[in-house]
């Protein structure tokens, strides 16, 4: 018999399950959203900053179709996967009718910042409203910066939306809840951004429905996704030999 659950205690991580509908009053929530990986999920054990940082995240999301499935075959547990991409595109329909909102960007590179802002403006934003931080490189084992702290107090943002890579991103988020001086919705969804600004790889609807997002980014990505891909399989091991507690 299939279980069907609200949430899901792995290896004290906290998973959310919502359905789509529920989500439309998730999103006007603050906190730390997280949408872990497979490979990231994979690395809990090796990478202490990242796995405290999702223990200690208010919304963890199953965005790994990998992990979803290892749920289903190894623990019988059937979840709803709700991924970076789903949650973002239900979020900018969300701002094409809160055009007052404020958005603070950090990003990977400058030509990355200036198609987010595009996009971002696209959907009615004013441009006082959208700030763009070029992120340094961050050692997750040792993160801090004043810099870009002082800058979103100042700023003061509705939305943090952080588009660096995994594993890295989720302890920058973590570390600005800590210690932000105010609330605001801190979202970790990566390279996520780029399907919509097609700065990667052209995921859309179908593809995500399918879970074939690793197969058309693998395409676009040869030299490092497949890697990733490879490493993920670590996570097998974790799902099969973990103790899931339910809360239905």
Known sequence: MTIKINKLIFEKITFSNFHHNEMIKIIQNNG???FPSAPGLASIYSKKTYYESLKNADLVFFDSSFFVLLLKFFKNISVI??????????????LKKNKNSKIFFIDPSKIKSINNSKFIKKLGLKKNN?????APFYDPNNLKD???????NK?????????IGGGTQEVLGNYLK????????IICTGAAI???TKDQAPINDLIDKLYLGWF??????????????????????IVKNSNCKIIK
Do not use: E, H, M, T
């Not at 789903?86 to 900018?92: D, R, S, T």
């Not at 700023?155 to 588009?163: D, E, G, R, V, W």
């Open 32 to 34: 730390l959203f997280v």
């Open 146 to 152: 004043k810099n870009l702290l002082s800058q979103i």
């Open 194 to 196: 780029s399907f919509f």
């Open 130 to 134: 959208i700030l763009n931080f070029i």
């Open 216 to 237: 058309v980014r693998s395409i676009f990505d040869p030299f490092s996704f497949p890697r990733r891909l490879i490493y993920a399989l670590k996570l097998i091991k």
């Open 155 to 163: 700023f003061k943002p509705n939305i943090i939306l952080i588009n």
């Open 81 to 94: 996967r709700f991924s970076g991409f789903k949650f973002l595109k239900l979020y900018f329909d969300y």
């Open 178 to 185: 800590n210690n932000l001086k105010f609330s605001c919705k």
